[in-house]
């Protein structure tokens, strides 16, 4: 059973270029979320999705962000017009179906440099 | 106030010696707790839930009090292994929405 994956690990872009993050969730689980941390700094929520529906976007950014869960296919978080400032490490988890088991497992992560 | 709250440290502790760390919250209507662990540079991963009556897992002990809203681990007979950052991560709301706190560096030293 693999867990949840992520890619690319690394991404490189230039500014005002898109970046596209995916995230697999594990075989069963059908809530994902995205989190954004700086260096030094904490998990930062962004997005909560269930297929096919955001549920909780409370920590998005009001612009150039967005994210979906098709019914076929991996989470996507993507950044539009990529900037200096959004680099960092975006993680994606997983949980299952029960709200009552939310234990959130992690992907490895993509590292996003803007240069 | 944050909503979850920990000290970032970091502990710095031989081999050997006991650490505990706390984790306040504010929301009174969380029901779900855990403590993750999170190397540098990869992803947080899970060392267990907390429970109301407790828990503890090998060298690991965690605590919940309700009333004093704070959650604990309690790490025994540290190991150099052992350094890491701790997250506390507490589940409120309608979903269960968790928030993670910022973490407390652990070092431990031979």
């Known amino acids: 059973n693999a867990g949840v994956m992520q890619n690319p690990r690394h991404l490189v872009r230039r500014r005002g270029q898109e970046a596209r993050l995916r995230c697999s969730p594990m075989?069963?689980?059908?809530?994902v979320y995205w989190y954004r941390q700086l260096p030094e700094e904490g998990l930062k929520f962004m997005v909560y999705?269930?297929?096919?529906?955001?549920?909780?976007e409370s920590g998005m950014p009001k612009e150039r962000f967005s994210a979906e869960f098709p019914k076929e296919g991996p989470s996507i978080l993507r950044i539009q017009q990529v900037v200096r400032g959004d680099s960092a490490a975006y993680f994606c988890?997983?949980?299952?179906?029960?709200?009552?088991?939310?234990?959130?497992?992690f992907g490895a992560g993509t590292r996003l440099s803007v240069l | 106030r944050k909503e979850v709250e920990q000290d970032p440290g970091p502990f710095n502790v031989p081999e050997g010696a006991t650490v505990a760390f706390n984790c306040t919250y504010s929301?009174?209507?969380?029901?779900?707790f855990f403590w993750y662990r999170q190397d540098c540079r990869k992803e947080p991963k899970l060392l267990m839930s907390?429970?109301?009556s407790g828990n503890e897992d090998g060298r690991f002990t965690a605590q919940l009090n309700r009333a004093s809203q704070y959650i604990s681990l309690l790490i025994r007979d540290s190991k150099l292994s052992d350094s890491a950052t701790y997250l506390c991560?507490?589940?409120?709301?309608?979903?269960?929405?968790?928030?993670f706190g910022t973490g407390t560096k652990l070092q431990v030293i031979p």
């Open positions: 988890a997983s949980s299952p179906p029960e709200a009552a088991k939310n234990i959130q497992y």
């Open positions: 075989k069963g689980h059908s809530h």
């Open positions: 999705l269930q297929k096919e529906n955001i549920i909780d």
């Open positions: 929301n009174s209507a969380s029901q779900s």
């Open positions: 907390v429970y109301s």
């Open positions: 991560a507490v589940g409120s709301g309608g979903y269960q929405k968790v928030t």
